[in-house]
Protein backbone atom coordinates (compact mmCIF):
# COMPACT_ATOMS: atom_id res chain seq x y z
CA UNK A 1 0.00 0.00 0.00
CA UNK A 2 1.69 3.20 -0.73
CA UNK A 3 2.00 6.09 1.80
CA UNK A 4 1.28 9.69 1.71
CA UNK A 5 4.71 11.05 2.99
CA UNK A 6 8.07 10.08 3.91
CA UNK A 7 8.54 10.52 7.70
CA UNK A 8 12.68 10.13 7.79
CA UNK A 9 14.83 10.03 11.18
CA UNK A 10 17.32 12.29 9.82
CA UNK A 11 19.99 12.54 12.02
CA UNK A 12 23.01 10.14 11.14
CA UNK A 13 25.72 10.05 13.79
CA UNK A 14 28.59 8.67 11.41
CA UNK A 15 27.86 11.83 9.09
CA UNK A 16 27.44 14.01 12.15
CA UNK A 17 30.97 13.08 12.76
CA UNK A 18 32.33 14.29 9.62
CA UNK A 19 30.61 17.62 9.87
CA UNK A 20 32.37 20.77 9.73
CA UNK A 21 33.20 21.82 13.17
CA UNK A 22 32.91 25.58 12.53
CA UNK A 23 28.98 24.46 12.27
CA UNK A 24 28.69 22.41 15.39
CA UNK A 25 30.55 25.41 17.51
CA UNK A 26 27.70 27.77 16.21
CA UNK A 27 25.23 25.37 16.97
CA UNK A 28 26.60 24.82 20.61
CA UNK A 29 27.00 28.72 21.32
CA UNK A 30 23.51 29.18 20.22
CA UNK A 31 21.92 26.40 21.87
CA UNK A 32 23.71 28.34 25.47
CA UNK A 33 22.03 31.79 24.33
CA UNK A 34 18.66 30.01 24.37
CA UNK A 35 19.64 28.24 27.56
CA UNK A 36 20.24 31.78 29.07
CA UNK A 37 17.37 32.90 27.68
CA UNK A 38 15.45 30.05 30.08
CA UNK A 39 13.82 28.38 26.92
CA UNK A 40 12.81 24.97 28.26
CA UNK A 41 14.35 21.98 27.22
CA UNK A 42 11.98 20.68 24.99
CA UNK A 43 12.36 23.77 23.02
CA UNK A 44 16.12 23.72 22.86
CA UNK A 45 16.02 20.12 22.10
CA UNK A 46 13.90 21.05 19.11
CA UNK A 47 16.21 23.75 17.38
CA UNK A 48 19.24 21.33 18.13
CA UNK A 49 17.52 18.34 16.21
CA UNK A 50 16.29 21.00 13.82
CA UNK A 51 19.76 22.83 13.19
CA UNK A 52 21.41 19.02 12.56
CA UNK A 53 19.05 18.46 9.70
CA UNK A 54 20.07 20.72 7.90
CA UNK A 55 24.10 20.32 8.70
CA UNK A 56 23.51 16.71 7.38
CA UNK A 57 22.19 17.83 4.41
CA UNK A 58 25.37 21.10 4.23
CA UNK A 59 27.47 17.73 4.43
CA UNK A 60 26.02 15.47 1.68
CA UNK A 61 25.17 18.52 -1.12
CA UNK A 62 27.04 21.48 -0.29
CA UNK A 63 30.47 20.43 0.77
CA UNK A 64 30.69 20.45 4.03
CA UNK A 65 30.62 24.34 3.77
CA UNK A 66 30.46 27.19 6.90
CA UNK A 67 26.76 27.54 6.92
CA UNK A 68 27.90 31.23 7.54
CA UNK A 69 29.42 31.00 3.38
CA UNK A 70 26.29 29.73 1.88
CA UNK A 71 24.19 31.68 -0.69
CA UNK A 72 20.34 32.55 -0.68
CA UNK A 73 20.96 29.90 -3.83
CA UNK A 74 21.71 27.10 -1.56
CA UNK A 75 19.01 27.51 1.42
CA UNK A 76 16.39 27.59 -1.00
CA UNK A 77 17.95 24.28 -2.29
CA UNK A 78 17.16 23.15 1.33
CA UNK A 79 14.00 24.04 1.02
CA UNK A 80 13.13 22.12 -2.28
CA UNK A 81 15.03 19.24 -0.50
CA UNK A 82 12.66 19.33 2.01
CA UNK A 83 9.37 19.42 -0.33
CA UNK A 84 10.64 17.25 -2.91
CA UNK A 85 12.75 14.96 -1.70
CA UNK A 86 11.34 14.44 1.90
CA UNK A 87 8.12 15.20 1.38
CA UNK A 88 7.47 17.10 4.61
CA UNK A 89 4.28 18.91 5.37
CA UNK A 90 5.04 22.80 4.83
CA UNK A 91 4.69 23.16 8.94
CA UNK A 92 7.28 21.00 9.23
CA UNK A 93 9.21 22.45 6.41
CA UNK A 94 8.23 25.93 8.19
CA UNK A 95 9.85 24.79 11.28
CA UNK A 96 13.01 23.85 9.95
CA UNK A 97 13.81 27.05 8.20
CA UNK A 98 12.48 29.29 11.06
CA UNK A 99 14.99 27.38 13.15
CA UNK A 100 18.01 27.85 10.60
CA UNK A 101 16.96 31.64 10.67
CA UNK A 102 16.91 32.01 14.23
CA UNK A 103 20.87 30.51 14.41
CA UNK A 104 21.86 32.82 11.83
CA UNK A 105 20.19 35.93 13.43
CA UNK A 106 22.27 35.11 16.76
CA UNK A 107 25.39 34.68 14.73
CA UNK A 108 24.46 37.97 12.77
CA UNK A 109 24.09 39.57 16.14
CA UNK A 110 27.34 37.91 17.78
CA UNK A 111 30.57 39.90 16.93
CA UNK A 112 32.15 36.87 17.83
CA UNK A 113 30.86 35.69 14.08
CA UNK A 114 31.91 37.82 10.68
CA UNK A 115 28.43 37.71 9.34
CA UNK A 116 26.76 40.50 8.12
CA UNK A 117 23.28 39.24 6.70
CA UNK A 118 21.33 36.34 8.05
CA UNK A 119 20.63 35.44 3.87
CA UNK A 120 18.35 32.53 5.26
CA UNK A 121 15.96 35.67 6.25
CA UNK A 122 15.19 35.66 2.09
CA UNK A 123 13.64 32.26 1.76
CA UNK A 124 10.02 32.58 2.36
CA UNK A 125 7.91 29.49 4.05
CA UNK A 126 5.44 27.48 2.53
CA UNK A 127 1.71 28.68 2.72
CA UNK A 128 -0.02 27.11 5.19
CA UNK A 129 -1.83 23.58 4.02
CA UNK A 130 -5.85 23.22 4.22
CA UNK A 131 -6.27 22.44 7.90
CA UNK A 132 -6.93 18.52 7.52
CA UNK A 133 -10.09 16.65 8.87
CA UNK A 134 -9.55 15.16 12.51
CA UNK A 135 -9.67 11.53 12.15
CA UNK A 136 -10.50 9.93 15.23
CA UNK A 137 -9.86 6.25 16.18
CA UNK A 138 -12.33 3.94 18.62
CA UNK A 139 -11.48 2.39 21.51
CA UNK A 140 -11.91 -0.91 19.37
CA UNK A 141 -9.20 0.54 16.93
CA UNK A 142 -7.04 1.27 20.21
CA UNK A 143 -7.04 -2.14 21.93
CA UNK A 144 -6.83 -3.84 18.16
CA UNK A 145 -3.52 -1.85 17.51
CA UNK A 146 -2.67 -2.38 21.54
CA UNK A 147 -2.79 -6.57 21.19
CA UNK A 148 -1.29 -6.68 17.74
CA UNK A 149 2.03 -4.51 19.47
CA UNK A 150 1.67 -7.02 22.78
CA UNK A 151 1.77 -9.63 20.11
CA UNK A 152 4.50 -8.41 18.54
CA UNK A 153 6.79 -7.84 21.61
CA UNK A 154 6.41 -4.19 20.68
CA UNK A 155 6.04 -3.22 24.53
CA UNK A 156 7.76 0.05 24.27
CA UNK A 157 5.38 1.16 21.55
CA UNK A 158 2.40 -0.48 23.30
CA UNK A 159 3.12 1.69 26.25
CA UNK A 160 3.33 4.65 24.54
CA UNK A 161 0.29 4.27 22.41
CA UNK A 162 -1.86 3.15 25.96
CA UNK A 163 -0.67 6.33 27.86
CA UNK A 164 -0.92 8.15 25.18
CA UNK A 165 -4.86 6.80 25.58
CA UNK A 166 -4.90 7.32 28.56
CA UNK A 167 -3.80 10.39 29.42
CA UNK A 168 -4.57 12.24 26.12
CA UNK A 169 -1.24 13.95 26.72
CA UNK A 170 0.78 15.66 23.82
CA UNK A 171 4.20 14.13 22.28
CA UNK A 172 6.35 16.45 23.54
CA UNK A 173 4.50 15.64 27.09
CA UNK A 174 4.89 12.27 26.97
CA UNK A 175 8.65 12.34 25.69
CA UNK A 176 8.93 13.78 29.77
CA UNK A 177 8.12 10.78 31.49
CA UNK A 178 10.48 8.97 33.50
CA UNK A 179 9.97 5.12 34.28
CA UNK A 180 10.04 5.78 38.34
CA UNK A 181 6.21 6.91 37.40
CA UNK A 182 5.51 3.22 37.67
CA UNK A 183 7.05 1.82 40.13
CA UNK A 184 4.60 2.12 42.50
CA UNK A 185 1.62 0.59 40.72
CA UNK A 186 -0.99 1.68 43.46
CA UNK A 187 -0.72 5.80 42.09
CA UNK A 188 -2.05 6.31 38.04
CA UNK A 189 0.07 9.72 37.84
CA UNK A 190 3.12 10.19 36.42
CA UNK A 191 6.32 12.76 36.93
CA UNK A 192 5.24 16.62 36.53
CA UNK A 193 6.27 17.53 33.25
CA UNK A 194 6.20 20.81 30.98
CA UNK A 195 3.23 21.59 28.80
CA UNK A 196 2.06 24.31 26.90
CA UNK A 197 2.52 27.78 27.90
CA UNK A 198 5.21 25.98 30.69
CA UNK A 199 2.27 24.84 32.85
CA UNK A 200 3.30 21.74 34.40
CA UNK A 201 1.34 18.97 35.49
CA UNK A 202 1.47 15.18 35.92
CA UNK A 203 -0.09 12.82 33.48
CA UNK A 204 -3.09 10.10 34.17
CA UNK A 205 -3.07 6.99 33.30
CA UNK A 206 -5.10 3.41 33.97
CA UNK A 207 -4.85 -0.09 33.74
CA UNK A 208 -3.94 -0.15 30.00
CA UNK A 209 -0.84 1.68 30.48
CA UNK A 210 0.04 -0.56 33.45
CA UNK A 211 -0.43 -3.59 31.92
CA UNK A 212 1.94 -2.92 28.96
CA UNK A 213 4.49 -0.59 30.80
CA UNK A 214 4.74 -3.91 33.31
CA UNK A 215 5.69 -5.62 30.29
CA UNK A 216 8.06 -3.02 28.85
CA UNK A 217 10.07 -2.46 31.64
CA UNK A 218 11.30 -6.08 32.27
CA UNK A 219 11.65 -6.65 28.68
CA UNK A 220 13.92 -3.48 29.10
CA UNK A 221 15.91 -4.39 31.99
CA UNK A 222 18.21 -2.51 34.16
CA UNK A 223 19.68 0.56 33.09
CA UNK A 224 20.33 4.01 34.58
CA UNK A 225 18.95 5.94 32.03
CA UNK A 226 15.77 7.85 33.90
CA UNK A 227 13.77 8.32 31.04
CA UNK A 228 10.86 6.09 30.51
CA UNK A 229 11.90 6.13 26.06
CA UNK A 230 14.88 4.42 25.35
CA UNK A 231 16.41 3.56 21.49
CA UNK A 232 18.42 0.42 21.92
CA UNK A 233 21.41 -0.55 19.72
CA UNK A 234 22.45 -4.39 20.56
CA UNK A 235 23.62 -3.79 24.30
CA UNK A 236 23.83 0.09 23.89
CA UNK A 237 20.72 2.68 25.20
CA UNK A 238 20.30 5.85 24.90
CA UNK A 239 17.20 8.39 25.81
CA UNK A 240 14.70 8.70 23.18
CA UNK A 241 13.59 11.83 22.15
CA UNK A 242 9.84 13.56 21.07
CA UNK A 243 11.24 13.29 17.22
CA UNK A 244 11.80 9.51 17.51
CA UNK A 245 8.24 9.37 19.34
CA UNK A 246 6.95 10.56 16.50
CA UNK A 247 8.50 8.02 14.43
CA UNK A 248 6.68 5.70 16.30
CA UNK A 249 3.27 6.73 16.24
CA UNK A 250 3.54 6.61 12.27
CA UNK A 251 4.62 2.83 12.73
CA UNK A 252 1.76 2.10 14.85
CA UNK A 253 -0.43 3.53 11.94
CA UNK A 254 1.29 1.52 9.32
CA UNK A 255 0.86 -1.15 11.68
CA UNK A 256 -3.17 -0.77 12.14
CA UNK A 257 -3.46 -0.12 8.16
CA UNK A 258 -1.84 -3.56 7.66
CA UNK A 259 -4.58 -5.04 10.63
CA UNK A 260 -7.43 -3.19 8.43
CA UNK A 261 -6.94 -3.46 5.06
CA UNK A 262 -6.84 0.71 4.88
CA UNK A 263 -5.11 3.50 4.79
CA UNK A 264 -5.29 5.73 8.12
CA UNK A 265 -4.59 9.46 8.42
CA UNK A 266 -3.46 9.71 11.91
CA UNK A 267 -0.61 11.30 14.26
CA UNK A 268 0.56 11.11 17.54
CA UNK A 269 -2.25 14.19 18.13
CA UNK A 270 -5.28 12.22 16.65
CA UNK A 271 -4.84 9.88 19.86
CA UNK A 272 -5.12 12.87 22.07
CA UNK A 273 -8.19 13.63 20.02
CA UNK A 274 -9.46 10.29 20.00
CA UNK A 275 -9.18 9.81 23.59
CA UNK A 276 -10.97 13.02 24.52
CA UNK A 277 -13.59 11.91 22.14
CA UNK A 278 -14.31 8.54 23.55
CA UNK A 279 -14.20 9.85 27.18
CA UNK A 280 -17.00 12.30 26.09
CA UNK A 281 -19.17 9.65 24.59
CA UNK A 282 -18.68 6.96 27.04
CA UNK A 283 -16.41 4.61 24.22
CA UNK A 284 -13.24 4.95 26.19
CA UNK A 285 -12.67 1.35 27.96
CA UNK A 286 -12.39 3.41 31.27
CA UNK A 287 -15.79 4.97 30.92
CA UNK A 288 -17.09 1.30 31.03
CA UNK A 289 -14.86 0.26 33.72
CA UNK A 290 -15.99 2.82 35.79
CA UNK A 291 -19.72 1.74 34.18
CA UNK A 292 -20.67 5.43 32.93
CA UNK A 293 -22.34 5.05 29.81
CA UNK A 294 -23.09 8.86 28.92
CA UNK A 295 -18.96 9.83 29.12
CA UNK A 296 -17.71 12.98 30.71
CA UNK A 297 -18.72 16.36 30.13
CA UNK A 298 -16.41 18.73 28.83
CA UNK A 299 -15.79 20.31 31.87
CA UNK A 300 -14.41 17.27 33.19
CA UNK A 301 -12.43 16.55 30.32
CA UNK A 302 -10.39 20.49 30.26
CA UNK A 303 -8.74 18.85 33.68
CA UNK A 304 -7.11 15.60 31.50
CA UNK A 305 -6.51 17.72 28.38
CA UNK A 306 -4.59 20.61 30.72
CA UNK A 307 -6.54 23.83 28.96
CA UNK A 308 -7.40 26.92 30.57
CA UNK A 309 -10.45 27.47 27.93
CA UNK A 310 -13.21 25.17 28.04
CA UNK A 311 -13.64 26.36 24.34
CA UNK A 312 -10.22 24.66 23.69
CA UNK A 313 -11.36 21.39 24.98
CA UNK A 314 -14.79 21.51 22.97
CA UNK A 315 -12.83 22.06 19.72
CA UNK A 316 -10.84 18.58 20.26
CA UNK A 317 -14.31 16.68 19.83
CA UNK A 318 -16.47 15.31 17.32
CA UNK A 319 -19.56 18.12 15.98
CA UNK A 320 -22.32 16.92 16.77
CA UNK A 321 -24.44 18.93 15.59
CA UNK A 322 -25.63 17.50 11.80
CA UNK A 323 -26.30 14.81 14.14
CA UNK A 324 -28.52 16.30 16.56
CA UNK A 325 -30.42 18.56 14.08
CA UNK A 326 -31.32 14.80 11.87
CA UNK A 327 -32.50 13.52 15.38
CA UNK A 328 -34.66 16.61 15.79
CA UNK A 329 -36.43 16.77 12.69
CA UNK A 330 -36.09 12.69 11.90
CA UNK A 331 -34.72 13.44 8.40
CA UNK A 332 -31.33 12.21 6.98
CA UNK A 333 -28.40 14.98 6.92
CA UNK A 334 -24.63 13.96 5.74
CA UNK A 335 -21.55 16.00 4.65
CA UNK A 336 -21.60 17.90 1.93
Same mark, same amino acid.
Given at each position: ?80 ? *? ?133 ? *? ?119
Amino acid at each position: MPKRKIYNNFFDKEIYNKVNQENKDLLEDFLLELKQNKKSEGTISQYKHDCLIFFMYVYKKLENKSVLQLSKRDFRGYSLY *LTSECQISSARHNRLLCALRSMLTFAENEDEYDYDTNIAKKVKGLSKEPVRDIFFLTNEQIMKLKDELIKREKYQFATLLALAYDSAGRRNELAQVTKTSFYNESLNNTNKVVGKRRKIFSLVYFRLTKECVRLW *LEQRGEDNIESLWILQNGKNKKEADGELLYDWFIYMRDLLEELEGKEFDFNPHSIRHSALQNLSDGSHYICKDLGMETGFPVEKLRLIANHSDISTTQGYLKDTSLDELADMFNIVLTEQ
